[in-house]
């Protein structure tokens, strides 16, 4: 029997604001095996961020947790400080979104990737960890000289193949990635994944990776959650979201990315009008009712539960009171 | 296969060490080089202005030096000749270059010595009383902005911020004359405990122990005064100096990497607010170089800013350039200090 690398049950995280509090993650539920890797999708605003941000517990001051967020068996949420600081990049680390501003632009970028080594394992000196840092940056396809090099001369490829370097400086079980390569040009994007994907896989590392890019998600991940207004509306083997989503707000996401040489794709309309509810006055029944083309009257009163749906039931769960009608009419 | 793998590993990552290490070291050599060129330039510049800037002054050194005596039109012609004020003004301006040349900067009008000597007598109270307080003051200041933007909000903040506000309206001879009159004289209750003035008690050995304790106590009260004066600044910008870098995104990851508080804003929050702040001190250096002029004068203390002023009412002009060129030497080379720490601080500028 393994123990799941992480596994989040029932996260609520609200913002206390001068204008009210807001709900953005409600009841939350995740697991991550060793060596899996899972995806969350979503818009902005969808609380998939924030998810990430509670792993280790990054989340700001004026956020209240609830729930349980279990990193190798421990729950993150209630632990003690000192022992959160431990935890802290050494069992799960995390690549952040914007490289760019995630580095220190005045220390050199080996002192960054050495410092979370020496801080974790005192035993480690200074030229071990030197080599380690070469090593790392060679993994990541950078030369191990660039160790002396400063943010501001790198590209925003290689800055965030540094963060990837770092990430895994620890020997982590858990990276969690908040989408990596959002700020990268499509080219660069796909190198990066690639790195980064390589890189989990060999080392037997679990990931959560996190993006707006689901056909990404679908062809990087082995599952994927998809969010919106800070729940999960479906969940399922990763290939099989993308191809044959089972809510409208996946199928609209899947849309969104279309497919090279498929012409359907190419003039069906892509994408989705309106905009995430205002998570403070979020829509009676189904959040997405009032931008879903498959409403029906009882959308606007039920709040659909997560529940296994579709042909593959036993691996596909789904929040839609039509999940199981809307097959094959979504696309 | 994905689209990532006909692409490959990114060409062109590195170029050639070598090449590469050699021209990193040149670029800091033309980065030094750069600077001294600018800083000597400005030393030049000094050095015209510094001429002419005291001859604008409407009183006739002559008819000072002469006042309350009787004096016939002979003595007056041959005292300005002594001077050296009959001379044409360019004549006078290259008697002037030769003298700083030479780094004796003539002969004092008043003291009738060389003013090179006087400057030297005369500078090491002013370095004693502007060095110490420039360094309690940036001490001070930049540990309690620190503190304040860190525990933003709080009750730390609060009291430093309102205080620092309130000291930062102060002009600093007008807190020397309030601390004088407290502390030095004695107000009602209290009585006054620090000298009211000079820089050593007469009859006391400046060489010994005793002297040198002699001398520190002289210079408390001065040097609480500008040390207060300018903390106060530098406490406002280190503040909102490093709230500005608290957003930033490389706090978190620092924060992530499980670093202590402490930490993250010793290693890496604090050397990011650190540049603006260094700037403001290099020509903070200047004002405070000024207000040793005024403090001085309130606690009469014979440095370099009390020589000024009395130097100020005769006009002895070989004076006044002797200790402006010392005054502006100094925040030139505060400047240059300044920006090489800048670049060492931050490698973005040393391009």
């Known amino acids: 029997m393994t123990e799941p690398l992480l596994d989040i049950r029932d996260l609520h995280v609200t913002y206390r604001t001068l204008g009210g509090s807001v709900p953005a993650v409600r009841g939350v539920s995740l697991s991550i095996q060793p060596g899996e890797s899972v995806g969350v999708a979503g818009e902005s605003g969808c609380g998939k961020s924030t998810v990430a941000s509670t792993i280790l517990r990054l989340q700001p001051r004026t956020a209240k947790v609830e729930g349980e967020v279990h990193v190798l068996g421990k729950d993150v949420v209630r632990m003690r400080w000192g022992r959160l600081r431990v935890l802290r990049w050494a069992e799960a680390s995390m690549i952040f979104q914007g490289a760019l501003h995630s580095l220190n632009p005045v220390q050199r970028i080996g002192d960054q990737i050495a410092e979370p080594m020496r801080l974790h394992d005192a035993t480690v000196g200074k030229v071990a960890a030197a080599r380690r840092v070469g090593e790392l940056l060679e993994q990541v396809g950078l030369s191990a000289a660039r160790a002396r090099s400063y943010p501001h001369q790198l590209s925003g490829g290689q800055k965030q193949r540094v963060m990837i370097a770092m990430a895994l400086a620890c020997n982590p079980s858990l990276v969690v990635a908040d989408e990596p390569t959002t700020a990268l040009d499509v080219m660069v994007q796909a190198q990066v994944l690639d790195v980064m994907t390589g890189l989990v896989r060999e080392l037997g590392i679990g990931l959560l990776l996190i993006s707006h890019d689901l056909s990404v998600l679908s062809s990087t991940c082995d599952r994927v959650a998809v969010m919106y207004a800070g729940r999960v509306v479906e969940s399922a083997n990763a290939g099989r979201i993308f191809d044959d989503p089972q809510h409208p707000y996946s199928a609209a996401l899947a849309a969104a990315f279309p497919r090279v040489g498929d012409p359907k794709s190419r003039y069906s309309p892509a994408g989705l009008a309106g905009d995430p509810p205002d998570p403070q006055r979020l829509p009676t029944g189904c959040t997405f009712h009032p931008r879903c083309h498959w409403a029906i009257e009882d959308c606007s009163r039920i709040d659909p539960r997560l529940e296994p749906a579709g042909t593959d039931r036993t691996d596909r769960m789904v929040a839609c009171i039509r999940a199981g009608e809307t097959v094959g009419e979504a696309t | ?351």
């Open chain 2, 1 to 351: 296969m994905t689209a990532a793998a006909e692409v490959g590993v990114e060409p062109l990552p590195d170029v050639p060490q070598q090449r590469a290490r050699s021209s990193r070291r040149s670029t800091g050599l033309w980065f030094l080089v750069r600077k001294l060129f600018g800083a000597a330039t400005s030393l030049l510049f000094m050095l015209v202005v510094n001429f002419f800037l005291f001859r604008v002054i409407p009183s006739d050194p002559v008819r000072t030096l002469a006042r309350g005596r009787a004096t016939t039109p002979k003595q007056v012609a041959a005292l300005t000749k002594t001077l050296g004020l009959d001379q044409p003004l360019p004549v006078q301006f290259l008697t002037y270059l030769k003298n700083t040349a030479t780094g004796q900067f003539g002969v004092s009008f008043q003291y009738r010595q060389s003013v090179g000597s006087l400057l030297i007598d005369r500078l090491w109270p002013t370095l004693a009383l502007v060095g110490t307080s420039t360094i309690l003051s940036i001490l001070i200041g930049l540990w309690m902005g620190t503190l304040a933007a860190w525990y933003r909000g709080q009750m730390f903040d609060t009291i430093s911020t309102t205080g620092t506000i309130v000291l930062y309206s102060m002009p600093e001879w007008w807190l020397g004359l309030i601390l004088f009159f407290l502390f030095a004289v004695g107000f009602g209750p209290i009585p006054g405990v620090f000298p009211i003035g000079g820089l050593i008690d007469p009859g006391v050995n400046g060489s010994s122990v005793h002297g040198v304790l002699n001398m520190a106590w002289h210079l408390t009260l001065p040097v609480v005064t500008l040390t207060i004066a300018y903390l106060a600044e530098y406490a406002l910008i280190m503040r909102s100096a490093l709230l500005d870098e608290m957003g930033e995104d490389y706090l978190v990851t620092a924060r992530a990497k499980g670093l202590r508080d402490v930490l993250v804003r010793r290693r890496h929050a604090t050397r990011n607010a650190l540049l603006p702040v260094v700037t403001l001190v290099a020509l903070n250096l200047g004002f405070i170089v000024s207000g040793a002029i005024t403090i001085e004068t309130v606690f009469s203390i014979p440095g370099l800013g009390l020589l000024t002023t009395d130097a100020l009412k005769i006009p002895d002009y070989p004076v006044l350039q002797g200790a402006f060129l010392v005054f502006s030497a100094s925040v030139i080379v505060a400047n240059l200090i300044a920006q090489l720490l800048y670049g060492w601080l931050d490698p973005r500028v040393r391009l």
